[in-house]
């Protein structure tokens, strides 16, 4: 399951967002989200358990959690929506 992070301190460190959830069971990866200008960290990310029963104690136990000082924003991650691109237009010939 993939699971959404958010709230987080932009000086977290991914191991230790890691072991946070290694708590609960595996974790097959951690990301956590960069500005890709500034590759300044955006204050989210992701985090991918294989078991979905572990993925979920996981959302339980974790969300509204402490890191760094802050309540952690822990849920199961909503499918990315299709970029659009606001400069382009569609439209269609009438003629």
Partial sequence: MNIYVGNLPKSTEPDSVRLAFEVFGEVRSVNLIKDKY???AR??????MPN???ASEAIENLNGGDIGG?????SEAKPRKEATNRYSFNYQRHW
């Fill in 38 to 40: 500034t590759k300044e």
């Fill in 43 to 48: 204050g989210f990310g992701f985090v991918e």
């Fill in 52 to 54: 979905e029963k572990e």
């Fill in 70 to 74: 802050r309540r952690m924003v822990v």
